[in-house]
């Protein structure tokens, strides 16, 4: 383990699970049900990570209160429709996520999902025993706001400075800086690079296999 890190917490869309189809479609099929103004697939990736009210705040500034929950009733029955499959992980998850927790880190979620789907994924990813805690967009506020980071650090016991986020967008960038800890952002999800370089993290990677050699550089040089 990182002398350096002794907590890492990380997205899980765009990030673990490779479900950023999944959402799209599920979106775009929601706004057609609903009869919502169309949103390009550009526009539904750049709300991946935020809480369901806050993507349709984003997506739909002046929509009613009923015309929200009637969206949302839309979009969890076809995210069901398109979960008939077990969640995709990235390439390599699974195996560096059991090498960290093999070396002692406490590694954590904080997502945008709310707490039924978390679980729900975590069971069908077989990754619920290496992610000791959690937290989601019904129990926190949702990111940027740094809460989420917050609650976690206090539940692990983890001071900021031993703490690392990783994720894939700038709410992820933005959520870990606000609440004084390290970030490193992954280029594959759903934010370029040249958005998240704004919020200079400590290093880009291409890979989660990425991230662990970086950790161990990390360590090295300390």
């Not at 929601?30 to 697939?41: D, I, M, N, Q, Y």
């Not at 990235?90 to 996520?97: D, E, N, Q």
Request: contains cysteine; glycine residues 8%.
């Amino acid at each position: 383990m990182s002398a350096r890190y002794r907590l890492i917490v990380f997205d899980w869309d765009g990030t673990i699970a490779d479900s950023e189809a999944r959402i799209v479609a599920s979106v775009g099929s929601a706004v057609k049900e609903t009869g919502l103004p169309s949103r390009s697939p550009a526009e539904i990736r750049n709300i991946i990570g935020l809480g369901m009210r806050e993507c349709m705040e984003t997506l739909y500034p002046e929509i009613s209160a009923h015309r929200y929950q009637e969206f949302i009733d839309a979009y969890r029955k076809h995210f069901h429709l398109q979960a008939q499959t077990a969640v995709a992980l990235f390439p390599g998850v699974k195996s560096v996520l059991g090498r960290l927790d093999s070396r002692g880190y406490v590694l954590a979620v904080a997502t945008g999902k709310s707490r039924r789907g978390l679980d729900r994924e975590l069971r069908e990813s077989g990754l619920q025993p290496l992610i000791g805690i959690s937290r989601c967009a019904d129990e926190a506020p949702s990111k940027p706001h740094p809460q989420m980071l917050v609650d976690l650090l206090e539940l692990a016991g983890v001071e900021p400075g031993m703490t690392l986020m990783v994720g894939d967008t700038t709410y992820d960038m933005q959520m870990a800086r606000d609440a004084g800890v390290d970030r490193v952002a992954v280029s594959y999800g759903a934010h370029d690079r040249s958005r998240l370089i704004e919020f200079e993290p400590l290093e880009i990677v291409d890979s989660l296999s990425g991230l662990e050699y970086w950790l161990s550089e990390t360590a090295q040089a300390i």
